[in-house]
């Protein structure tokens, strides 16, 4: 047995006969601005101006790209690590199979250099502006005109399955798996791409079929209400998420005559019957969830309506991403909106870890410890929990079997054993941990606690390294 020499420094703190160690680190209620999650900007990046008052624009998005100036700044807006982009097929597309993708390379890039991922859809349309060719080619106009009287293509007939199949395709070839690219709608029809359009529902299927065997590495997000929503949450082994377009909405007075004002709206009567219909009330455990507002935060205030019930949905619905159109939010709900940005998708402390004082070079040591996930959703992205063991410029990587995407809301308790690096030298050694890309190796997602280093590793503890043999 080993003789135990007079502890000095770090294991002073420690009885001589102690051979393990609790590490409690601090939750900060700090704003973290984490990937995957959070507020997005709109037709925007982080820096740019917000759109004036609580107008948008659906139809153009951007196309031209300013360099960027360093400043990711929002004013009377949240930072952000998500942008939301949207473009008409036409603006992609101008000719057949005359592809614009300098306008998605220019996007992804301003994206990328401003802190952000970059959500984005096609629209076919939004009102009569298919592709020119499109009709040249046999594309024809539904017998019944669509929402709201608008004349709409016919998306069951064979030229419309043909030709917007083929642009999903070849957008998925170039595109799928693009680490900028954070998410692509499945927006297959209607204006805007929300509805579904007069798709009946074996020609939904196919159509979102398209977009299922175009993007197997891009995370898809259907449309919540459609037949392709359906069709894509009924897929065995794939993990699509859902959006929903008009988020907030409890409008009191609608078109014809309502007794005690309980017209129609998305929040009572759309949202609930839609996510039970569609067959996604659990989908949020596997993939994300994403709610756009209807009109804006600033139309709400105007219309005096209950901004903490509103929110409170959101986080019934267990949302990760949350598009309030890069339009301003009101001071007065400021605060409100930036809790609602910290706590939606995940927040991830770590509360408390055990591991051994001392261990040999290969030795495999125990490692038990407790994740509080005080979010409402998981994280999708395969990062790994990690450990570093640090002595000054050397350092090992190990990797724990603990799936964060498995750390649903709630406490999350781990156990195993792992190998002590073996390329440690004798003395002491610094216990790091992290989240992070397995492909650079590098913390990609900051827990909830106060310490951390300047290269996102998340001091913790020491531990003694003992001579081998």
Known sequence: MQKRRRTTGWRSAFGPDEVIQRVRPHETSARLLNPHKGTTTFQRFNGDPLYPGNKWGDRVGPTRFKPF?????????????????????????????????????????????????????????????????????????????????????????????????????????????????ESFDIAYGGPCGETGGNANRASAAKLADAYLSSFRKTQLVSMLGTHGCTHAAAQPGRQIGWRADCFGDVREEGRGVVPDRLCWNHMYDHYPKAIAECGVVDTWKTAPVTLETCWTVGHWHQQGWDIDWILAQGYQYHLSVFMPKSC????????????????????????????????????????????????????????????RFRQGRRAAVVHLKSDPRAWLPGHTWFSERVRFPVDLRPGEVKVEAGLVDPETQNPRVRFAIEEVLEDGWHPLTSMEVLRPG
């Open 69 to 181: 100036d360093g400043n990711r700044r929002n004013e009377r807006y949240p930072d952000t690590t998500i942008s939301y982009c949207r473009w008409i097929w036409a603006e992609i597309e101008p000719e057949k199979k005359e592809y614009r993708w300098n306008i998605i390379d220019g996007a992804l890039e301003a994206a990328r250099l401003r802190g952000q991922t970059l959500q984005v859809r096609i629209q076919p349309y939004i009102r009569e502006d298919l592709p020119a060719w499109y009709y040249d080619m046999g594309g024809v106009v539904a017998r019944t005109p669509g929402k709201g009287g608008r004349p709409e293509p016919d998306l069951n007939h064979p030229a419309y399955l043909k030709h917007w199949g083929e642009f999903i395709r070849a957008f998925g070839k170039r595109y799928d798996g693009h680490p900028s690219l």
């Open 328 to 387: 301003y939010i009101p001071e007065e709900w400021a605060e409100k909106i930036e809790e609602f940005n910290q706590h939606m998708g995940y927040r991830f402390v770590l509360r408390h870890l055990v591991l051994p004082l001392e261990a040999k070079p290969g030795q495999r040591v125990a490692i038990q410890g407790w994740v509080d996930n005080v979010g409402v959703a998981p994280i999708y992205r395969p990062y790994r929990f990690s450990l």
